[in-house]
């Protein structure tokens, strides 16, 4: 079983969001997802009293009690467990990053968000865990043009040493019309820039957790100058 922590300091990155749309897209591939709910707001089990598909498995997660709920769901057969832990609180951020295999850290890329993924990082490099970015609510291109603002905060973010994943996702107002319905975006709209966001995001880190033969690593991401409008961030090589 693999398992992924979506974390975050900052309230309002869009932490939840990010955490219910990768679990109901590695449903949709066939995994047996389970989502722990650490956050304090319980917002994905309110995502799930509205959903009527059966996976992913959406949990109420409580601290101190998360190693036994991880070995009970590897002995249920499950494959993936994501756990949304809650903002700011770094015991449950710590008890969920111990037992990744990924650690998400969702940042919107603005000031203050970046200012406060330090000691995020600082946790998940200090417990020698493999940790990424995500890139969230990031402004649409304007004329064409990516927004000046999402290359500074990728130029920030590589100096924090973590990986940036390759795909970002955009301020889309279907990302939060899907989960009033208890869906994913992609679930709502399969044709939306929303569904390719998170699908292929989805996509990126599940080769990134079941690493693909001849695929090629990791390196720094740049902005690809004439991508469409989905934020896609391809690997410099």
């Known amino acids: 079983m693999k398992t992924i922590a979506v974390m975050s300091r900052k309230g309002g990155a869009g932490k939840t969001t990010l955490a219910v749309h990768l679990a109901s897209a590695a449903s ?7 989502l722990v709910d650490m956050d304090p707001q319980r917002s994905c089990l309110d995502w799930a009293r509205e959903r009527t598909s059966d996976w992913p498995v959406v949990i109420e997660g409580r601290a101190g009690v998360l ?3 991880h070995r009970a769901a590897e002995r249920q057969g499950v494959d993936l467990m994501i756990v949304d832990t809650r903002c700011a609180g770094d015991t449950e951020a710590a008890e969920a990053a111990r037992l990744a295999d990924l650690c998400l850290v969702v940042v919107r890329p603005s000031f203050f ?7 995020t990082v600082q946790m998940v490099s200090n417990m020698r865990r493999p940790g ?4 969230n609510q990031a402004p649409v291109r304007r004329n064409g043009a990516e927004p000046r603002v999402i290359r500074e905060a990728v130029d920030q973010l590589t100096d924090h040493g973590l990986e940036i994943a390759e795909v970002g996702l955009r301020h889309r107002a279907a990302y939060q019309n899907a989960m009033w319905k208890g869906l994913g975006a992609q679930e709502d709209q399969p044709d939306s820039q929303a569904a390719f966001e998170v699908n292929a995001l989805w996509t990126s880190l599940a080769e990134r957790l079941w690493p693909v033969a001849g695929r090629r ?3 720094r991401p740049s902005i690809t100058p004439d991508a469409d409008a989905p934020l896609e961030l391809a690997l410099a090589g």
């Open 217 to 219: 690593p990791y390196g």
């Open 132 to 135: 990424m970015f995500v890139l």
């Open 28 to 34: 949709a591939t066939g995994q047996r997802v389970m």
């Open 67 to 69: 190693f036994t709920t």
């Open 113 to 119: 968000d970046l200012q406060a993924v330090g000691r």
